[in-house]
């Protein structure tokens, strides 16, 4: 069982500091020039404000009191799906991975953040051009920081099989965090915060299990640990694969298939994953306990490992971990 001392969860729709999170002051990155967030503004007219065009991530960093660091959790990787993400949009931008990196660094050094942080890079259509098309003569990049907690309850959610579908990729790229794409989780989260329930699964359009509104999803079976397949609709999450790479040191078998919507019901244990909601069990489906409607042992195991790995302190993963205020490291992870 885990024993690494986690956080009280915050209440519904607030952060770990007690409101609900934001940015309050900082730095950000606008116009290629590092400003205070309080000048970094856009026109009411911008493209990517009336039709969704834009692309963002979502990068954790994690205070490590002893170290009197932060550690930004895989922050090149989350570059290269940004660019990649800003691609597919067709959002032309002169910053290059590495770029971004030292960017994001020194945002943060100005900000002096000493706790946790979430970092949102956004790609947008900056134009303000009222025509639905991707040919917005300018483009622009961002980047902002806030200081975050738990941005959910990691001591055990409640979820239910939402109503409304996963989007399909054939309809919105599902690799790529399209702003605009974010409505299907917002309707789903809605409903399931309005029953009562903590979160919810959304399923493809065939009906099998896709993810969370904003999410991956992972079952226990016995030892083995699955997973839907990036085909069936999912975001490849890079927390996702930081997930499968830890469950090797547990010996446990890991299976991308598509998973059927009673197998959730029958599942040993269940969690979600993402920069977000980091790793929170799944206790109940529907009414029904998984498992024993505790958070499973493998699941709280896995959870303590993730923790540790991410605060830099298990020197197995260092590699994953950009510090702000020491020197600049190595920004991409060994192949």
């Not at 009336?50 to 922050?75: P, S, V």
């Not at 010996?251 to 019901?265: A, G, N, P």
């Amino acid at each position: 069982m885990a024993t690494y001392p986690l956080p009280d969860p915050p209440r519904k729709g607030e952060g770990e500091s007690g409101r609900t999170p934001g940015v309050y002051g900082g730095y950000a990155y606008f116009e290629g020039e590092i400003v205070p967030f309080a000048e970094a503004k856009v026109s009411i007219g911008t493209h990517a404000l009336h039709y969704g065009t834009a692309c963002f991530e979502g990068i954790r960093g994690y205070w490590n009191e002893e170290h009197q660091e932060t550690y930004l959790l895989k922050l090149a990787e989350h570059y290269e799906r940004f660019v990649k993400s800003a691609a597919l949009l067709k959002i032309t931008h002169a910053e290059s991975v590495e770029r971004l990196c030292e960017v994001t660094r020194e945002v943060l050094r100005r900000s002096s953040f000493r706790g946790d942080v979430y970092v949102r890079p956004l790609a947008y259509k900056a134009s303000p051009l009222i025509k639905v098309d991707l040919h917005s003569s300018k483009d622009a990049v961002a980047v902002l920081v806030m200081p975050m907690g738990l941005y959910s309850r990691i001591d055990g959610m409640r979820v239910t099989i939402s109503s409304w579908r996963r989007i399909s990729d054939n309809s919105v790229p599902a690799r790529a965090k399209i702003t605009g794409a974010y409505i299907n989780t917002a309707l789903a989260a809605e409903d399931a915060t309005a029953a009562g329930y903590d979160d919810c699964l959304l399923l493809t359009e065939d009906g099998h299990i896709a993810e969370g509104s904003a999410a991956n999803y992972f079952m226990l079976q016995g030892r083995t640990l699955v997973t839907p397949p990036v085909t069936d609709d999912i975001l490849v999450g890079i927390t996702r694969s930081a997930v499968m790479r830890l469950a090797l040191d547990y010996d446990l078998d890991v299976i991308e298939r598509s998973i059927d919507r009673t197998e959730v019901y029958q599942a040993d244990e269940a969690f979600f994953c993402g920069t977000g909601v980091q790793l929170a069990p799944i206790v109940e489906v529907d009414g029904r306990p998984v498992g024993t409607g505790k958070p499973g042992s493998i699941t709280l195991s896995l959870q303590e490992a993730y923790f540790r790995a991410v605060r830099g302190n298990d020197p197995r993963y260092r590699q994953w971990c950009t510090p702000v205020y020491g020197g600049m490291p190595r920004i991409t992870e060994s192949r």
